[in-house]
């Protein structure tokens, strides 16, 4: 298996809402990774879990709460949003950053496109 | 911090070579990778330089020149499938990989 899934595909919420992006892989990897892509830009960082332990938090609102469970699964919590997180939301992975240099880098899902209304 | 430019959009025809260029400043650096990524979608791994000089893979190569804090990616023979955005990444350790502004590349018949 090759491949980051991300469910879901698509979402809308409310600004009242509660919801959960979900990512799983099973390559192996100890790194996974959100980050979020608005249209037409860059994707950009949120957060970076090192062997199920948060290492980079990217001045992220507190709004957006990510969990990783064990070493295959990754979810992004969401509460509260506003309309300006509106976004394709990405999770990726990889091995170890001192493994990534002999690797192919970072595997991305394709990504939940979410709509906050 | 780091800082990362690529042009915004370039245009080039079918069949023909484009280079699309990557100038970074960066506190740490591990590395810089090369994705694709057609609308929608995710993006895809292209190639990774960690050590100066060129890599060549098939149609595409890359290059890495450390002290100028410069990088290209030359596309050659170029196909209708090859329009998409182009992102430079930087990797600074630590599983840090912090993306350009993305080339947006049309090529045209």
């Known amino acids: 298996d090759t491949e980051v899934t991300q469910t879901p595909k698509h979402l809308v919420m409310g600004m009242t809402n509660k919801k959960s992006l979900k990512c799983e892989q099973h390559?192996?990897?100890?790194?996974m990774y959100w980050y979020k892509q608005k249209a037409k830009k860059p994707p950009e960082l949120m957060f970076v879990?090192?062997?199920?332990?948060?290492?980079i938090n990217e001045s992220v609102p507190s709004r957006f709460s990510p969990e990783c469970p064990n070493s295959s699964l990754l979810n992004l919590h969401l509460h509260a949003l506003q309309p300006e997180d509106s976004a394709l939301y990405l999770c990726a992975s990889s091995h170890h950053w001192v493994k990534v240099q002999s690797s192919v880098g970072y595997t991305f899902g394709s990504g939940t496109r979410l709509t906050v209304v | 911090g780091q800082n990362i430019d690529q042009p915004t959009e370039m245009t080039a025809t079918e069949g023909a070579i484009v280079q699309i260029n990557c100038t970074y400043q960066t506190s740490g650096f591990n590395g810089l990778f090369w994705y694709q990524q057609h609308a929608g979608e995710a993006p895809t791994f292209l190639s990774y330089?960690?050590?100066?000089g060129l890599e060549e893979k098939g149609r595409f190569s890359s290059f890495l020149s450390r002290s100028k804090g410069y990088s290209y990616l030359l596309l050659k023979e170029l196909q209708m499938k090859d329009s998409a955005s182009y992102l430079c990444?930087?990797?600074?350790?630590?599983?840090?990989?912090?993306f350009g502004t993305g080339t947006r590349l049309t090529v045209i018949p």
């Open positions: 879990y090192s062997y199920e332990k948060l290492s």
């Open positions: 330089n960690v050590l100066d």
């Open positions: 390559m192996g990897h100890r790194a």
């Open positions: 990444g930087l990797f600074t350790g630590a599983n840090n990989l912090f």
